[in-house]
């Protein structure tokens, strides 16, 4: 408590009305800006004790379009980060990583320890940042700490983004009367952690000693099917899903162990059912 907070934002895909009640608090300062920017990043760490490095660009089908981009805004931007990061003496990195890097491996639930297999360029440049923080905490004496995030959803994730995950997606074509669409058979699991969880478990690596990588996520697994049955249910709708050809680069299964994040201090506390309840509520 009583901390002042700074965002940097380029708003690429974040909206200022996502903010505009947090605004109003003297101890909150928005900036629009990159991670791309190197000279700002340095002016902006200027006194501050913690960066929440969240800034990415996220969607694996766009990256295998578009990998230059992402190799900008992932792997520059987490260099960038890291860099005025040091400069500024800043005393802990919290940085946003992806349960992707691990692929598709041919057991779950996935452990830190497992090796890394990405399979995709964003999955790539997630990687690339977790080894740039590991040698800048080994070389440089910058503690950071690097959290896998598995499938991330909640209030404000804009379903009309090119990027949009798949929940938000869903309500917002069943809530329109269209048919939600499943690449795949929608057997593939994944692990869908609450975005108020993945908030807590920030705080949890800011104010632990830890460093190294973690596991983020709810420590269970649904198939895709079973997630459309729960979203169609909560809305109301019997429109059954469409299902099509399955995308390039996606993975058949996705489940976190979070026996070492349980060991910092972190736990869920959203079931996936009160998550829906509550991102449905707020698409509504």
């Known amino acids: 408590m009583g901390y002042h907070v700074t965002i940097l934002d380029n708003l690429s895909t974040g909206r200022m009305e996502n903010i505009e009640g947090l605004l109003k608090n003297n101890n909150l300062e928005f900036i629009q800006g990159s991670v791309?920017?190197?000279?700002?990043?340095?002016?902006?760490?200027?006194?501050?004790?913690?960066?929440?490095?969240?800034?990415?660009?996220?969607?694996?089908?766009?990256?295998i379009e578009n990998p230059l981009a992402y190799h900008e805004a992932n792997m520059t931007g987490s260099l960038n980060v890291l860099l005025a990061a040091r400069n500024n003496n800043i005393k802990k990195v919290m940085y946003a990583s992806s349960a992707s890097v691990y692929g598709d491996l041919p057991s779950v639930p996935n452990t830190e320890d497992m090796p890394p297999n990405p399979c995709s360029p964003y999955a790539v440049t997630k990687l690339a940042g977790e080894y740039y923080c590991q040698v800048f905490q080994k070389v440089c004496g910058l503690p950071t700490i690097c959290l896998r995030y598995f499938n991330v959803y909640g209030p404000k994730q804009d379903p009309n983004s090119p990027y949009a995950s798949v929940i938000p997606l869903f309500i917002k074509h069943l809530s329109e009367g269209r048919a939600p669409i499943i690449y795949g058979d929608g057997n593939q699991t994944r692990d869908f952690i609450f975005v108020k969880d993945v908030t807590r478990a920030n705080i949890v690596a800011a104010e632990s000693d830890a460093t190294g990588i973690f596991n983020i996520g709810s420590g269970r697994s649904v198939t895709i099917n079973d997630m459309a049955h729960l979203i169609t249910k909560l809305v109301g709708s019997n429109l059954k899903?469409?299902?099509?050809?399955?995308?390039?680069?996606?993975?058949?299964?996705s489940l976190a162990d979070i026996s070492k994040a349980r060991a910092i201090g972190f736990e869920p506390q959203y079931t996936l059912e009160d998550g829906l309840r509550e991102t449905h509520r707020s698409l509504r």
């Open 36 to 63: 791309t920017d190197l000279p700002l990043l340095q002016k902006v760490f200027k006194g501050v004790q913690f960066v929440f490095h969240q800034a990415a660009i996220t969607s694996v089908p766009q990256s």
């Open 241 to 253: 899903p469409i299902h099509q050809q399955q995308r390039p680069a996606d993975i058949r299964h």
